[in-house]
């Protein structure tokens, strides 16, 4: 595993814009490493533990939400600390119970070393009750977005999705995405950078609309 930027020896610190760290682990789609996922978008998420409450819903709705994900050649990647036993049984346990099976791998961490290398708990830690955090990797293995949540709020796989589509779009077209904004909205320009630009753009020169490519 290639190492994580540190502020100090104790709390790895990953920011936006920085490599992920590459990794090779067990997952239940079999043996995986990170980097050969280059030339795809990466939606890396931790849960806290199989077999809960919260994670069982977060589970169901990103399984149904998968093929949005793929259109848009974006991998979905779970992880937690348990057993790659306990993965199975437990995406087994979904498809039984709920009828829907589980399309993409999740990563065994019973080491916490990847949770670790992403900052996802303190090294200090000895179990993952804390970790619900979400690294969108772009095609090129660089930190896109990190979003974390306490391990008793439940992510919301629409706006999971929407962060995704912002990006691609950002990439895209040139542009930023103001407040809310959703695939086909009205997009906002980047601010001019001298004095005329902004003599032109007039009094709104701060806000200025853009629509995205076509």
Known sequence: MTGPITDDLSFPTLRIGDEAP???????????????????????FAHPADFTPVCTSEFIALSKLEPAFRERDCVLLGLSADSLPAHLAWISAIEERFNVRVPFPIVEDPSMEVARAYGMIDLEAQNSATVRSVFFIDPTGIIRTIINY??????SVAELQRVLCALQEVDRSNILTP????????????????????QKAGPSWFLQPKKPRS
Do not use: K
Request: net charge negative.
């Open 179 to 198: 407040e809310g904004w959703q695939p086909g909205e009205p997009a906002i320009a980047p601010p001019p950078q001298t004095q005329e630009a902004v």
């Open 150 to 155: 306490p391990a008793s709020v439940g992510r």
């Open 22 to 44: 590459d990794f090779t682990a067990r997952t239940t789609h079999g043996e995986f490493v990170l980097s050969s996922l280059r030339g795809r978008w990466v939606m890396l």
